[in-house]
């Protein structure tokens, strides 16, 4: 019965496209570990936990202490106890740059992707990003984006860490 529930779930997400499942929320900050779920479908804290972590475990978004950060969260999410078996994560903001981009009016979103990645690497001089956005304004010939940009090896150093401690991620948050 499990095996044909993943299944429908599965043609399901290709169908109608993925949807997040309920998550954990997890904030690696320099001076704790915190974790937090929710009440189904509310605002309403359930259950948190919160562990504090000695100085430069964690600095200005950089885990310097991978290995003891991620036993760190390991712990917190056995005292924890979830419902839910997912986290989504959050990049730390000065890991981060927040742009405004002018754009054409494009047909599919593809093309505007695909712009918008072009317009970022000739900035930033580099290919290894990571984006998403947002439209502020849409006139007749073009539109204004607002662009969140982060390095994809940042992305993947918070994926790492989450990964070693044998929890899934299903949203990370730039």
Known sequence: MKKIKQYIAKIKSIVIGYKTPACIGLDIA?????MVELV?????IAKYTI???????????VINEIEKVSDIIRDQWVKLNPTNRNVAIAIP??????KEVKAPLFKD???????????????????DIDFDYSVINKETS???????VAKKE???EYQAI????GIQVAAIDV
């Open 93 to 98: 903001y000065n890991a981060i740059i927040i």
């Open 162 to 165: 989450i990964q070693m401690t």
């Open 40 to 44: 189904p479908n509310t605002l309403k």
């Open 154 to 156: 940042k992305i993947e």
């Open 109 to 127: 979103k593809y093309e505007l992707d695909q712009f918008i990645l072009s317009q970022l690497i000739k900035e930033l001089d580099t290919d």
């Open 30 to 34: 320099s001076t704790a570990v915190k």
């Open 142 to 148: 073009e539109q204004l984006l607002s662009v969140v």
């Open 51 to 61: 562990a504090p972590l000695t100085k430069n475990m964690v600095s200005e978004g």
